[in-house]
Every structure is written in structure tokens, then in C-alpha cells.
């Protein structure tokens, strides 16, 4: 990401443009300026977040982390993010808005663009590491730039096993080697500025799950049928 979007995120004035719609937490499009550089992102404040039997308040936090993880990895497909703690409606994320054509998601992608292929795996594989409970077809992206985004990741890296994705079309497929090697070091460490927005069960489970993958070598399938978000898109 660009020095200019790190700088908007962390340093811009935040103004409140509208509510997306159809989120389950409150999620707002804001403006970011600094002076007469401006650009768009997401914010997810924790005052917005709807109560969960299975995940403590702070989901914003997780939103951070998911990005760490992805930059750690070398695999840079989540927007830029960061938590601010003097945004209009307190504390919570700030994600990079990816200006992309919606009508576009995993679905449309997989079936009409399958040079997106090995990005969508690398995605799976990502999902499984980080235990997505909510990769749902509408939270993959491709924008104009022509890059695959991954958004949407507060529902991640729970202790318990909650893994619920639609990206299930490469179960079984080797894991490329180059991949095996990115996500090797997670197995005995996990990077501290992620390992500081989780908890200590979080980091260890996460790292069972790297193990268990390293000895696998294939990209996980569901055999239940049910690990499925709803609604899909």
C-alpha cells in the first residue's frame, strides 16, 4: 500500500458520508483528507457492533489484525487498514475503500475469470489460517486496478474451529510450495503486532491449524456440507 493512503487513514480528518446498507454491524463510507489530498475508506466503529455470544466486542480489532497477517505473508490482498482511535464515533477500524465494479464477486470471478484462480486458492488458504467464520462471495473483489481484494475479516482467528466460507471449488489441491513457505513460520511464531490484538488461545489455535496444513499439504475440504456463511453473496 502507498505511503499517501497510510498517511489519509492514520493522519486524515474523518467525515461521515452515509451507512453502508446491509451490513450486520454498523459500517460507514468516510471521507479522509489531509489538507486537499482526500480518498475514501470503511470504518467500522466498536460502538456499532452487534453483541455476540461467540466473539468479545472489539471486532475492528480483528479487521487490523487480518491485514497484518496478509502483509506478514507477503500476500497483500486486504485493503490497508488501521484502528483510530479519534474517529467520529469512536474507536474502530479504518479500511481502504477498493473502488471495484459490485456486480463482481468470488462467484462471478470463478466462473468468468479463471486467471483469478490461483489468487482465489491463495484466499482459501488465508481463511483457513485466519479461521474466517463469514467469507461470503460479496467479500472478494476485484478492482480497478485489476487486483483481488479480500474485505470484510472481523469474524476471524476465534480459538474454536468456526471456519464458514463459499470458497470451497479448490478442496483438495496441493498447496503450492511457495505458499507451504509463506505460511511455515506461523507454525512456531505468530507475528507480534497480530499476536497483540488476539489472545493466547487464538495465537496457539492458530498455529495448530498452520501445522496441521503443513502436514496435509492440500487445501482443506468440507465434509460436512454446512460450512457455508449465509447469505452466500
Not at 9 to 37: A, M
Not at 64 to 71: K, M, T, V
Not at 187 to 203: R, T
Not at 206 to 233: C, E, F, I, S
Request: negative net charge.
Amino acid at each position: 500500500m502507498s505511503a499517501r493512503e497510510l498517511m489519509l487513514l492514520s493522519e486524515g480528518s474523518i467525515e461521515l458520508l452515509g451507512l453502508i446498507p446491509r451490513s450486520s454491524n454498523q459500517t460507514f463510507l468516510v471521507q479522509v483528507s489531509c489538507g486537499e489530498d482526500k480518498g475514501y475508506a470503511v470504518y467500522k466503529p466498536e460502538a456499532g457492533e452487534r453483541p455476540l455470544s461467540d466473539f468479545e466486542p472489539g471486532l475492528y480489532k480483528r479487521e487490523r489484525a487480518a491485514y497484518l497477517l496478509s502483509e506478514s505473508l507477503g500476500w497483500g490482498f486486504v485493503p490497508q487498514t488501521v484502528i483510530r482511535e479519534d474517529a467520529p464515533l469512536g474507536v474502530g477500524s479504518l479500511q481502504w475503500f477498493v473502488e471495484c465494479d459490485f456486480q463482481e464477486h468470488y462467484f462471478t470471478l470463478f466462473e468468468d475469470a479463471p486467471e483469478t484462480h490461483r489468487e482465489l486458492a491463495r484466499i482459501a488458504l488465508f481463511d483457513y489460517v485466519a479461521n474466517n467464520t463469514d467469507r461470503k462471495s460479496g467479500h472478494v473483489l476485484r478492482g480497478d486496478d485489476g487486483r483481488i481484494w479480500g474485505i470484510d475479516h472481523g469474524l476471524c482467528f476465534s480459538a474454536s474451529f468456526k471456519l464458514r466460507t463459499v470458497i470451497w471449488d479448490f478442496a483438495g489441491e496441493p498447496i503450492p510450495e511457495a505458499l507451504l513457505k509463506d505460511i511455515a513460520p506461523l507454525a512456531e511464531a505468530v507475528p507480534p503486532a497480530v499476536a497483540k490484538l488476539l489472545d493466547d488461545d487464538e495465537i496457539t489455535a492458530m498455529q495448530h491449524r498452520v501445522q496441521r496444513l503443513l502436514r496435509a499439504r492440500v487445501l482443506p475440504a468440507d465434509r460436512t456440507g454446512m460450512r457455508y456463511p449465509w447469505p452466500l453473496v
